[in-house]
T-cell receptor, first 115, second 114 residues
Framework: NAGVMQNPRHLVRRRGQEARLRCSPMKGHSHVYWYRQLPEEGLKFMVYLQKENIIDESGMPKERFSAEFPKEGPSILRIQQVVRGDSAAYFC?????????????FGDGTRLSIL | AQSVAQPEDQVNVAEGNPLTVKCTYSVSGNPYLFWYVQYPNRGLQFLLKYITGDNLVKGSYGFEAEFNKSQTSFHLKKPSALVSDSALYFCAVRDRDRDDKIIFGKGTRLHILP
């Protein structure tokens, strides 16, 4: 499967625990984007990364949230000390940095539930 | 700053009738414009894009969209709706003059009534 892969598809955490969401971009894509979607709402941009660099994190909460896209391996969205309000679907998308007119390709998301 | 407006939260259309899902945008430069569709429990799927050239763009599943520069609109259309077209539709814009993120509208839920 050459598409964007996200895992896990579903993640359940208790308040105060950590959540780690993984995203492997499409082959050849070097740009990764993370979005949050609440039920019956649109996509909220969180962060835009290129390999080993955070380009735009204007949508990330200042505390508890962090993201990385290392030279090797998937991009990780990390949420520390989760709270009920973090429950949402988190989507990753990737694109080719060489062609900004190309669409983003999305994974099927990780649905995070906080107990 | 870039922005996208989808003025309708929901659109209801009878099967077989034409459908339109509205989108207007704002960018400082020239836009790249996109439409995506989302089915339940899935990620967004790309439908079509406007880059340059012909203002009428054809995409997947019989959908098309018309770029109107004077009205800064990019409405999604289909001549004859199918029940299977029922889904959440997102319009998106990117400023072609900036290495910047794509901005998504809040989405429009399309219900095709049998």
């Amino acid at each position: 499967n050459a598409g964007v892969m996200q895992n896990p598809r579903h993640l359940v955490r208790r308040r105060g625990q950590e959540a780690r969401l993984r995203c492997s971009p499409m082959k050849g894509h070097s740009h990764v984007y993370w979005y949050r979607q609440l039920p019956e709402e649109g996509l909220k941009f969180m962060v835009y990364l290129q390999k080993e660099n955070i380009i735009d994190e204007s949508g990330m909460p200042k505390e508890r949230f962090s993201a990385e896209f290392p030279k090797e391996g998937p991009s990780i969205l990390r949420i520390q000390q989760v709270v009920r309000g973090d429950s949402a679907a988190y989507f990753c998308a990737s694109s080719s940095g060489q062609a900004p007119n190309q669409p983003q390709h999305f994974g099927d998301g990780t649905r995070l539930s906080i107990l | 700053a870039q922005s996208v407006a989808q003025p309708e939260d929901q659109v209801n259309v009878a099967e077989g009738n034409p459908l339109t899902v509205k989108c207007t945008y704002s960018v400082s430069g020239n836009p790249y414009l996109f439409w995506y569709v989302q089915y339940p429990n899935r990620g967004l799927q790309f439908l079509l894009k406007y880059i340059t050239g012909d203002n009428l763009v054809k995409g997947s599943y019989g959908f098309e969209a018309e770029f109107n520069k004077s009205q800064t609109s990019f409405h999604l259309k289909k001549p004859s709706a199918l029940v299977s077209d029922s889904a959440l539709y997102f319009c998106a814009v990117r400023d072609r003059d900036r290495d910047d993120k794509i901005i998504f509208g809040k989405g429009t839920r399309l219900h095709i009534l049998p």
